[in-house]
Structure formats: C-alpha cells, structure tokens
C-alpha cells in the first residue's frame, strides 16, 4: 500500500525567505504527483503536476521536482509570501490518488 | 480545466437522520469516482472507490453500510451517510477522474455537522 509521507509538518519563515516541503513515497510505481494547497475550511487548489516521466514542473514562484527511483518530491516556493500561507499537501497516483497529512506553512510579515 | 461540482457544500444534521452529498463532473465524463474525508488538521484519506455501474470498492475500516456510495451515471456519484453521528462530522470531498487525460479532479468538499 502506498505510504506518502511530508516533512516537515509546520514550517513558519520570514516573508521573502525561499523555502522547500519535501515528500517521499514508498511505491515508486506512480503515474503522477500532484501538489496541492489548501486553504483553512476550503477544498483543493491544484499547484503542479508533474507525470511520472518528468522531472520538474514550474509554475511562478513554484517549481516542483520529482525523484521517482528514490520516491521524492520537493516543493520549491521562491520569495514566499504571507498569501502563500496555506497547508500544502502532496499525492502520488497510481491506480487512485493518496495522499501526505501535509505541511502547514505561515509566513510571517 | 475540468470542473466537479458537489451539493450541498454545508449541512448540518441531527444525530440518527442520513445525509446525501452529490458529486458531478460538469464537463467530462467520469468512469470512476473517489470520495475522500478529512478530519479537522489532518490529511484526506481515502474512503471508496466508485465506478460507474458497479458497486463501489471501500477502503479498510470504512463500514460500507454506513457509507452508502451510487455511482449510476457518468456524471454523478453519490454518498450517502446513513444514520449519521457526531463522530462522522467531517469535510467530504469528492474526486473524478478523466480518463482522457488520466488525471482526477477534486469537488470544493462538503462541511457535514452531525448534531
């Protein structure tokens, strides 16, 4: 059964200070990784994906990078922001999409 | 991109009553469905699998009685909480997947409060 794990699980930095959540993945056989964000009460915002044959995906201030031989994901947020604070979740699919218990990030004014 | 829709998006109900929450992808085709709940601070775990036609896969610990899951058209999927507690209070949310593109989208969840 597939095992996504998220550190670190709070992070709090400075605003303008670069940052990375990582996620590691125990069945490598993935046909996709998704990074999502998600607000406090709210559904799922869709930031990066990234299909098993690539190896990054950049979107703005994003960039996401995938490792599947050694099941790791990191996400990369340049010159954060206090908008960008929010949860960030992680999931692999293969055959239905799981999910990390996510990193919950605030960046401080 | 691809737009699932879910209703009502807050209930609140009385502890013994059933709730149902509907999931519709708006503008694809969705052979398979997936209905996911989230407890305050932690991560959505995954309840069922739904395909389109056939009865729906649950995942371990998941009473199937409890969580009753029709998936009889293309474009809907429902749950519904039987007899429900305030244990079951939680955030649903629903997910289909396109399988021209083989990626799933997510509903905006449904806030269930069992009183």
């Known amino acids: 059964k597939q095992e996504v794990t998220q550190i670190p699980a709070a992070l709090s930095v400075p605003e303008g200070e670069n940052l990375v959540l990582n996620c590691s993945f125990t069945d490598s056989a993935i046909y996709n990784l998704q990074w999502f964000r998600q607000d406090p009460g709210k559904g799922l915002t869709s930031l990066l994906l990234?299909?098993?044959?690539?190896r990054e995906q950049t979107s703005g201030r994003l960039n996401a990078s995938l490792d599947k031989s050694s099941g790791r994901s990191t996400l990369y947020i340049a010159a954060s922001q206090p908008g960008d604070s929010a949860t960030y979740l992680c999931a692999v699919f293969n055959n239905d999409m799981r999910f990390g218990a996510g990193t919950r990030l605030t960046v401080k004014p | 991109g691809a737009v699932v829709s879910q209703h009502p998006s807050r209930v609140i109900c009385k502890s013994g009553t059933s709730v149902k929450i509907e999931c519709r992808s708006l503008?694809?085709?969705?052979?398979?469905m997936f209905w996911y709940r989230q407890f305050p601070k932690q991560s959505l775990m995954l309840m069922a699998t739904s395909n389109e036609g056939s009865k729906a896969t649950y995942e371990q610990g998941v009473e199937k009685d409890k969580f009753l899951i029709n998936h009889a058209s293309l474009t809907l999927s429902t749950l519904t909480v039987t007899s429900a507690h305030p244990e079951d209070s939680s955030f649903y949310i629903c997910s289909a997947r396109d399988m021209r593109v083989r990626e799933q989208y997510f509903g905006p969840g449904t806030r269930l409060t069992v009183t």
């Open positions: 990234i299909q098993s044959s690539q």
């Open positions: 503008d694809f085709q969705a052979t398979t």
